[in-house]
């Protein structure tokens, strides 16, 4: 990918979190980047919304037994970076997740960010897919690792 290509993504993630890219903009080497750091609130609303009430992510007492030695986030809670990432930049709105792999690399705590990158690694355009990498990192380290492959809009 040209670092001008590069620079047009910058610019049009810069310019509007929900614009996205038709299957026919989207380019090999292309890359959108999610960053959040994760709170109390992060994990409390994500154990509500999914039942996964794991003490380890909720009981600091339980998860000082365990081999983290205090509360982890969900690993879905740092998946679904992943999913904003797809969702509002690359390709952006109107995509459809079709499948994902992951391998957790590494525990992700409150207070760490988590940025979720994707890149662009296959294109069939003709029918409308679109293969990427997918990596969670907090600092220098990834959390996660994958790749997910979605329907791109026409």
Known sequence: MSDQSKDAISAKNAASELSGYSIEEIEPGMTAIYARTVTEADIVAFAGVSGDDNPVHLNQDY??????????AHGMLSVGYISAAIGTRLPGPGCVYLS???????????GDTVTARVTVTEIDRARNRVKLSTVCTVGAKVVIDGEAEVMAPA
Do not use: E, H, N, Y
């Not at 037994?65 to 982890?72: L, Q």
């Open 100 to 110: 994902q792999s992951l391998r957790f690399k590494a525990p992700v705590c409150i």
């Open 63 to 72: 998860a000082a037994t365990t081999m983290f030695k205090g509360r982890v």
